[in-house]
């Protein structure tokens, strides 16, 4: 089993639409999480940490469930713009130094 | 303005000979980071640094080799050694858990 295992689509949704991605963990002793995007030939870039508690910004909604080792990526009102690979991240709880990528879920939004 | 800088962005070599990719950053973060992406694949961890003058194997260490003698700076060479060399490699540093990356540089080896 993967350390860290995402659904790798494609997705295709309309502008407009709302999509969910789901991420899957297997160390129980994880410390922090993160959604990450990378655009086609592009660095990966920070999209928001994610919190027990979820957190939200803008259109983005992140949720955490720590007992099924989960992670969520919830993204209302797709923009053509949001077209990119978005990436699970788990850090352990050694802190920073082991980070461990999913392989990403790839979202294609069309007109 | 603060941030990690790889070069360059393009390199071609051909097989048999040793390359070196360069990567800084003004971010005073004390780890640093050598990742390897394949087309439509994850990032595979190569070496990672969390202090000067010390450095650790990542997941994929074989055929490469890394330096970290001052802070700013953590270049990787690719050696003749490393059987499939042409992929996308990244640089990534951080200060706390959330790491940040160069822009990458495009080997491509023949």
């Known amino acids: 089993r993967k350390e860290v295992e995402q659904d790798p689509g494609p997705f295709n949704v309309p502008e407009g639409a709302t999509v969910a991605f789901n991420c899957t963990y297997s160390?129980?002793?994880?410390?922090?999480f993160f959604w990450y995007r990378q655009d086609c030939r592009k660095e990966p870039k920070l999209l928001m940490s994610v919190y027990s508690s979820g957190n939200e910004d803008g259109r983005f909604t992140a949720q955490l469930n720590r007992a099924s080792q989960y992670i969520s990526l919830l993204i209302r009102d797709s923009k053509l713009s949001d077209s990119a690979t978005y990436l699970c991240v788990v850090t352990p709880n050694t802190g920073g130094f082991k980070t461990i990528f999913g392989a990403g879920t790839r979202l294609f939004v069309k007109a | 303005d603060g941030g990690i800088t790889q070069s360059p962005k393009y390199l071609f070599r051909k097989e048999g000979q040793n390359v070196t990719l360069s990567c800084e950053q003004n971010?005073?973060?004390?780890?640093m980071y050598w990742y390897r992406q394949d087309p439509g694949q994850g990032l595979r961890l190569i070496y990672y640094s969390q202090i000067v003058n010390d450095f650790q194997k990542g997941d994929i260490a074989e055929g490469y080799s890394v330096s970290r003698e001052k802070k700013e700076s953590f270049p990787l060479t690719v050696t003749s050694a490393q059987k499939n060399p042409t992929a996308f490699y990244l640089c990534?540093?951080?200060?706390?858990?959330?790491?940040?990356f160069g822009p990458g540089t495009r080997l491509t080896v023949t």
């Open positions: 971010l005073n973060h004390d780890a």
């Open positions: 990534a540093s951080t200060g706390g858990y959330e790491q940040y």
């Open positions: 160390n129980s002793a994880s410390q922090s």
